[in-house]
C-alpha cells in the first residue's frame, strides 16, 4: 500500500479528473492491493444494485402506477371528509347510545343486585331457621 492506493474510491467511483484517472490506472497495472480491492468494490457493487429494468418495463410500470397514483391523491381530500365524518358521527351515535347503555347497566346491575339480596336475605333466613334446629 501507498499514498497512490488511497484514491482506490475516488478512481473507483469516477470522482477522478481524467489525467487523475490515467495516472492510478497505471498504478492499478502494478498494484496488487488495488486490483484486489477493485475486485471487492466491484463484487459489492453488482450485489448492491441489481441490474436495471429494462425500459420498456419500466414504462409499463410507472404507466400502470400513474393513474392509481393520481387516484390517490384526487381522492385523499374526500377520503378524509369521509373519515372524518364517519368518526365524527360514530361519536355522535355513541354520545346518547352510550348513556342509554349505562342507564339500561344501572338498572341492569340494580336488578341484578336485587335478585341478589333476596337470595342472600333468603340464605340467612335459611340458615337463621337451620340454626335455630339445633
Ligand atoms: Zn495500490
Request: hydrophobic share 50%; aromatic share 12%.
Amino acid at each position: 500500500m501507498n499514498k497512490e492506493c488511497e484514491n482506490l474510491a475516488l478512481y473507483f467511483y469516477g470522482e477522478m479528473e481524467p489525467q487523475q484517472a490515467a495516472a492510478f490506472k497505471q498504478h492499478l497495472l502494478h498494484c496488487k492491493d488495488c486490483q484486489r480491492e477493485m475486485a471487492f468494490l466491484q463484487q459489492m457493487q453488482a450485489a448492491l444494485v441489481p441490474p436495471a429494468a429494462p425500459q420498456q418495463l419500466a414504462e409499463q410500470v410507472l404507466a400502470q402506477a400513474r393513474p392509481a397514483r393520481r387516484w390517490t391523491w384526487l381522492f385523499a381530500p374526500a377520503l378524509a371528509l369521509v373519515l372524518l365524518l364517519g368518526v365524527g358521527g360514530l361519536f355522535w351515535r355513541m354520545g346518547p347510545s352510550a348513556s342509554a347503555f349505562s342507564d339500561d347497566g344501572v338498572s341492569f346491575m340494580a336488578s341484578i343486585s336485587a335478585e341478589a339480596d333476596e337470595e342472600y336475605n333468603s340464605f340467612v333466613s335459611d340458615f337463621e331457621a337451620f340454626e335455630e334446629e339445633f
